[in-house]
């Protein structure tokens, strides 16, 4: 029951907010502008579906090297850290033997 208020209670305060936003000329011109657009381009694809499958793949591809690069930065970096504090640890070794 209390998942069920919340969505209900989200969807109502998008639905309010929404309209009261459109209460201004300029949030009115850009929504019509941005709801023509998505129409136009959803009629496109949907007369060219060959076309929307090879640019969703584009995408995909694109964010998923995106991804990886930013995953081998990720591994790059902890591998500096780690031989930071190997250097580190090593040091403190050499100072305790002496």
Do not use: C, W
């Not at 949030?27 to 499958?53: C, G, I, Q, W």
């Amino acid at each position: 029951m209390g998942k069920r208020k919340l969505l209900m209670g989200i969807t109502l305060g998008a639905i309010v907010g929404g309209a009261t936003a459109l209460f201004d000329r300029e949030a009115r011109e850009y929504a019509k502008d941005k709801l023509t657009a998505a129409k136009s381009n959803s009629s496109y694809f949907m007369s060219h579906p060959s076309e929307a499958v090879h640019n969703l793949r584009d995408a995909f591809d694109q964010f998923n090297q995106t991804f990886a690069d930013g995953a081998a930065n990720a591994i790059n970096a902890l591998e500096q850290v780690e031989t930071t504090l190997d250097k580190v640890a090593n040091k403190k070794e050499v100072k305790e033997i002496q």
